[in-house]
């Protein structure tokens, strides 16, 4: 297992490793449930941690210790597999553009190019099958360009929008 803190350090545990806790006086106490709130002594020092947030799908963490906040990210040999394989928890596939999820017409376009679009936007109204579909965004982006005009045919999968 490893603990990336603040993208910056990486501690590793493993039972190859010397743990690094092993001969120290170590406590922990709950000061407070509902706040998140601990205690930790750590030889005689004490410091109080807030759990400020974890995201269990991502394996992070967020924390404040004695006011200093830290991201702490959980990662493990499958962790380390998968994303060798790019396949890595957490990976999203940026959307770079729209394409026709079937053929069609194009009747009409609800945006030019620079506009600041979010998720869920109505962006174009393909005429499909005597059918008027509005073609929503999946994500928050700016228009970049537009490579239709309204009245095209366009076949399924053409690319009809690209995103910055």
Do not use: C, W
């Not at 706040?35 to 967020?62: C, F, P, W, Y």
């Not at 509005?134 to 228009?143: E, F, V």
């Amino acid at each position: 297992m490893k603990a990336k803190i603040n993208n910056l350090d990486t501690i590793e545990f493993s039972p190859s490793k010397k743990n690094p806790l092993k001969g120290k006086d170590f406590d922990v106490e709950i000061i407070d449930k509902k706040e998140k709130t601990l205690r930790i002594s750590l030889n005689g020092k004490k410091h109080e941690a807030r759990l400020l947030s974890i995201d269990t799908e991502a394996k992070k963490v967020s924390l404040k210790i004695n006011g200093n906040r830290f991201q702490v990210e959980l990662t493990d040999q499958y962790d380390d597999l998968l994303k060798s394989m790019g396949m890595g928890i957490g990976v999203v596939q940026k959307v770079n553009e729209l394409k026709a999820p079937m053929p069609g017409i194009v009747f009409e376009i609800k945006v030019k190019v620079g506009d600041e679009i979010k998720k869920d936007d109505a962006l174009i109204v393909l005429e499909a099958m005597k059918m008027e579909n509005i073609l929503k965004s999946p994500i928050d982006a700016t228009i970049k360009s537009i490579l239709i005009k309204k009245g095209d045919t366009v076949e399924k999968n053409k690319i009809l929008i690209e995103f910055e």
